[in-house]
């Protein structure tokens, strides 16, 4: 048995495609053009590449795009001084704080100081919470696009149990909150696991979907798959041959696994899409 791919690029392009026709009809019966504003401070050279691939996403689609850049020394107050004028400014309708950002910058202050209205990357407070009561404004990129993943493959998740390796804000908790919701990509049953379960492998092998995002490289071997599982790599990892792993086995695990996705490849490419898509609900909720 091998594990059929899960084509992220794939579907992103296709995805991002249905987003840049959104955008020609919104900007077409509105006058306005979506713009996502994305902030980096420092000389962080993966930020760099992350900012520039998400500045090429939005030129595909039609969204405008700006990039603000600080010094490496610059203090909080200066970022929210920057993040107050962002959010003031009515032709900016998204705003990404690019991470990590220096140590001497309250990172956390930082994400909530931006609006919650055009918080497209669903970090702040209120969005958090509006995802936890069901009724999410924005669903945080990277679930989001697991979600789609596996609602556009056809992998049914009403019923199944989905088993989700880590507890981070970014991924585990809030691809939780996307995956227990009722309607299309929800309506599962959802364990999520971290560094104090025990006996990880004996969940692990009953999950119906499984979605790794523990950040360590291939810590899912086959052993810890249940045979036709979907498996969902969100990890990316960069061994000391310089090589792209996730943290799945994906040669070994490919052999037992009913759909699984690349690294990279799979999960990435989506991320960037739904960032493009929530920069976009931001912009339609900007003109009501």
């Given at each position: 048995?091998?594990?059929?791919?899960?084509?992220?690029?794939?579907?992103?392009?296709?995805?991002?495609?249905?987003?840049?026709?959104?955008?020609?009809?919104?900007?077409?019966?509105?006058?306005?053009?979506?713009?996502?504003?994305?902030?980096?401070?420092?000389?962080?050279?993966?930020?760099?590449v992350y900012v520039r691939n998400?500045?090429?996403?939005?030129?595909?689609?039609?969204?405008?795009?700006?990039?603000?850049?600080?010094?490496?020394?610059?203090?909080?107050?200066?970022?929210?001084?920057?993040?107050?004028?962002?959010?003031?400014?009515?032709?900016?309708?998204?705003?990404?704080?690019?991470?990590?950002?220096?140590?001497?910058?309250?990172?956390?202050?930082v994400l909530r100081a931006v609006?919650?209205?055009?918080?497209?990357?669903?970090?702040?407070?209120?969005?958090?919470?509006?995802?936890?009561?069901?009724?999410?404004?924005?669903?945080?990129?990277?679930?989001?696009?697991?979600?789609?993943?596996?609602?556009?493959?056809?992998?049914?998740?009403?019923?199944?149990?989905?088993?989700?390796?880590?507890?981070?804000?970014?991924?585990?908790?809030?691809?939780?909150?996307?995956?227990?919701?009722?309607?299309?990509?929800?309506?599962?049953?959802?364990?999520?696991?971290?560094?104090?379960?025990?006996?990880?492998?004996?969940?692990?092998?009953?999950?119906?979907?499984?979605?790794?995002?523990?950040?360590?490289?291939?810590?899912?071997?086959?052993?810890?798959?249940?045979?036709?599982a979907a498996v969902v790599d969100?990890?990316?990892?960069?061994?000391?041959?310089?090589?792209?792993?996730?943290?799945?086995?994906?040669?070994?695990?490919?052999?037992?696994?009913?759909?699984?996705?690349?690294?990279?490849?799979?999960?990435?490419?989506?991320?960037?899409?739904?960032?493009?898509?929530?920069?976009?609900?931001?912009?339609?909720?900007?003109?009501?």
């Open positions: 048995m091998t594990a059929v791919l899960l084509d992220g690029k794939a579907l992103a392009g296709q995805i991002q495609i249905e987003i840049a026709d959104e955008v020609r009809a919104f900007v077409g019966r509105t006058g306005v053009t979506p713009c996502l504003a994305a902030v980096l401070v420092g000389e962080n050279p993966a930020s760099e998400k500045q090429r996403a939005c030129e595909r689609v039609g969204v405008a795009s700006q990039l603000i850049r600080l010094g490496g020394d610059a203090s909080s107050s200066e970022l929210l001084d920057l993040v107050a004028r962002l959010n003031a400014d009515a032709a900016v309708h998204g705003i990404l704080i690019q991470l990590p950002v220096p140590k001497q910058i309250d990172s956390q202050a609006s919650p209205l055009k918080d497209v990357d669903a970090f702040h407070p209120e969005n958090v919470g509006l995802l936890v009561q069901g009724a999410p404004r924005f669903a945080p990129c990277t679930p989001y696009g697991v979600q789609q993943l596996l609602i556009r493959n056809g992998i049914e998740t009403a019923g199944r149990h989905a088993v989700i390796l880590g507890r981070s804000e970014i991924v585990g908790k809030p691809m939780a909150n996307l995956l227990v919701q009722r309607g299309a990509g929800g309506d599962a049953t959802v364990t999520i696991c971290h560094s104090r379960t025990r006996d990880l492998p004996s969940i692990t092998r009953q999950a119906d979907i499984l979605i790794a995002a523990i950040g360590q490289p291939q810590f899912v071997t086959a052993e810890m798959v249940q045979r036709g969100v990890g990316m990892n960069r061994l000391d041959s310089g090589k792209l792993v996730g943290d799945v086995d994906f040669d070994a695990v490919r052999n037992v696994a009913g759909h699984i996705t690349p690294v990279p490849g799979g999960v990435g490419p989506l991320t960037v899409t739904m960032l493009l898509k929530n920069t976009l609900s931001a912009a339609v909720l900007s003109v009501g």
